[in-house]
């Protein structure tokens, strides 16, 4: 079973706020990720870390930033969020499991981001 | 760049009837496919996984196939459930490990 958590789940902050999303699994995966999903809408992939001090932007552009300083931990920052930053962040994990049914990829619960 | 295309975008049926999801790649070079499901307002819940070199995986009711010369793949639920309703999702891994989804498929059963 999948242990990913997100926080906060809701939130919502007025702009030039800045603000970070907490990420944190408990499998030991090496591989994290940053999704961003408008309601609707299909997931794009806007950070990714193959492991610690390993981090690259995804497909999307974004205007936050992360960092994983530890294996578990890969929290996302906004520095100054504005009414376009709404949305909904995903942030899942993956490890390599040569099983048949090994490379699963496993999200968190999500967090949503109003901007005012 | 490899697109993901999911058909239909939404469907509505009775409960109890057996339904096919698809979902199309454009390029045949991935090293899986995984099909998700979303409920409203939650993240993914991962339902199979098919390796490049596997036709089919099964999980229950659930039922995957994949064939990667054509770029398809296919979700057969058998005796759908209103429990069933949910956003359902496909993504390709093409090798990297950064999964590439398509705009998935909203299914409502309907008691």
């Known amino acids: 079973e999948a242990d990913i958590y997100q926080t906060p789940r809701y939130l919502v902050i007025g702009t030039g706020k800045k603000i970070t999303l907490e990420c944190s699994q408990t499998?030991?995966?090496?591989?994290m990720y940053w999704y961003q999903q408008d309601p609707g809408m299909e997931l794009h992939l806007i950070h990714y870390s193959y492991g610690v001090n390993s981090t690259e932007k995804g497909d999307l552009s974004s205007e936050s930033t992360v960092s994983r300083i530890r294996t578990e931990h890969f929290p996302l920052t906004l520095e100054s969020a504005r009414p376009s930053h709404t949305s909904q962040y995903l942030c899942?994990?993956?490890?390599?499991?040569?099983?048949?049914?090994?490379?699963?990829?496993?999200f968190g619960e999500g967090s949503w981001l109003t901007v005012v | 760049k490899q697109e993901v295309t999911q058909i239909p975008a939404a469907l509505s049926v009775p409960e109890g009837e057996n339904l096919v999801l698809n979902c199309s790649f454009t390029?045949?070079?991935?090293?899986?496919l995984q099909w998700f499901r979303q409920d409203p307002g939650k993240g993914l819940t991962s339902l199979l996984l098919?390796?490049?070199?596997?036709r089919e995986q099964t999980s229950g009711r659930l039922n995957a196939s994949l064939d990667k010369s054509s770029g398809r793949s296919t979700l057969y639920i058998a005796a759908s459930q209103p429990g069933d309703s949910a956003t359902y999702l496909c993504a390709v891994d093409p090798g990297t490990y950064k999964y590439i989804f398509g705009t998935g498929t909203r299914l409502k059963v309907l008691a």
């Open positions: 499998m030991g995966h090496d591989k």
């Open positions: 899942a994990s993956s490890e390599f499991d040569p099983r048949p049914s090994g490379n699963t990829i496993y």
């Open positions: 390029d045949s070079a991935i090293y899986n």
């Open positions: 098919i390796q490049s070199s596997q």
